[in-house]
């Protein structure tokens, strides 16, 4: 299961659009309402979630996913189950995604510290310890970062290479006529 958690205030592109390729690419793909069960995304779009955080099986997992957006950064950064996931997965080595403003989460709790990561730009100050590369999507080791919005298909992209590998990956963006 990969999970995909939502606050309200999250940037629903950030969300939606990796769970729409993630499970194009047979990947089973669960969202978390962290502030309830409906979420209200930042541009007031209403997301019915999945399930709810007691139902998740963290410990399973094959990776999280952090959407970011204001204030749904700050939501789930106040969330002792999403810090509590972040950290599980970490320690396992499962993916852990973020964008735009939501790697400043693995970034505060020092999880970041001597790897490369990328925000939105503003939020580096919070990547404690990170080397900033100029580019949209950046892994390092079991974390995935990406800019913001515009990166959510090539985001999406580099979770599927990790999970299912390059070929799907590729296959799934030429399937939906993805061009850049």
Do not use: W
């Not at 580096?124 to 900033?132: C, D, N, Q, R």
Request: glycine fraction near 10%; hydrophobic fraction near 45%; charged fraction near 25%.
């Amino acid at each position: 299961m990969f999970y995909v958690f939502l606050a309200d205030g999250f940037e629903e592109a950030e969300a939606l659009v990796p769970v729409d390729l993630l499970r194009r690419a047979d990947v089973e793909v669960r969202t978390v309402g962290v502030t309830g069960k409906q979420t209200l995304g930042s541009k007031r779009i209403p997301v019915l979630a999945d399930i709810s955080p007691e139902e998740a099986v963290i410990s399973e997992c094959e990776g999280i996913l952090l959407p970011g957006g204001m204030p749904g950064t700050e939501n789930l950064y106040r969330s002792d189950f999403v810090r509590e996931a972040v950290l599980c997965c970490a320690e396992k080595g499962v993916p852990v995604a973020a964008i735009c403003a939501a790697p400043s989460i693995p970034g505060r709790m020092g999880l970041l510290q001597g790897r490369k990561a990328v925000c939105f730009p503003g939020f580096e100050s919070y990547l404690t310890g990170a080397s900033i590369p100029d580019k949209p999507v950046v892994s390092d080791g079991c974390f995935i970062t990406a800019r913001g919005a515009g990166c959510a298909f090539l985001f999406a992209h580099a979770i599927i290479e990790r999970l299912r590998g390059k070929e799907t990956a590729d296959r799934i963006l030429a399937e939906i006529q993805y061009a850049c």
